[in-house]
């Protein structure tokens, strides 16, 4: 299989993922300003969802510049990677609707940490078809930034229960950590050229 064709149908996935995040904020009832008051929690839990479809979106990209190859195993663990990107619209609304409550925190967390385990399983199934010596090897190195996005994520889902801000504060650490696009992959890649 082309890899063209496991990036485009990745990046329909999620291109819908986000359609269907922003179909979830109604329009107020108001005309006035003061009614978009009620909106602004579920604004910022899309905003920080965007960011991380972005984020993955993002790393995705890279990722699959560097493969040479598509198996079976790859596309599978692509598909485990938008299911739990897939479940990301769900806990934004909950978390919007509902004022980034406890349990719609933990929900949150666990969809994140999820998908950071999904993508450490691709990433690490793209390198095993590369190999070891590979640039893509040599690129990502012992990614750093994701094992410790995984632990903020279990910390925050931990943290959930006892105070939302901390919580919170984990989740949006870890987004700033990925804010910034991972250039690892583009920098070996373009000093090979």
Known sequence: ???????????????????????????PEGHEFADLKPLIPKFLSYVLSFIYV?????????????????NGKVLWSNLHL??????????????????FEKASLALYGIILLGCAIAYIILQKIVLDVEGKDSLLQKAIGKDFKGKVSAILNIIGIGTSFFNEYISGACYVIVA????????????????NN
């Open 82 to 99: 938008l299911f739990w990107l897939s479940l990301i619209p769900v806990s934004t609304g909950w978390m919007g609707e509902h004022n």
């Open 1 to 27: 299989m082309n890899k063209s064709r496991l990036e485009a149908f990745s990046d329909g996935v999620l291109a819908i993922i986000i359609t269907i995040m922003i179909l979830e904020i109604k329009v």
């Open 54 to 70: 972005g984020i993955y979106w993002n790393n995705h990209h890279y990722l699959l510049h560097g493969l040479s190859k598509v």
């Open 176 to 191: 700033l950590l990925w804010l910034v696009p991972d250039k690892r992959i583009e920098r070996v890649f373009d000093s």
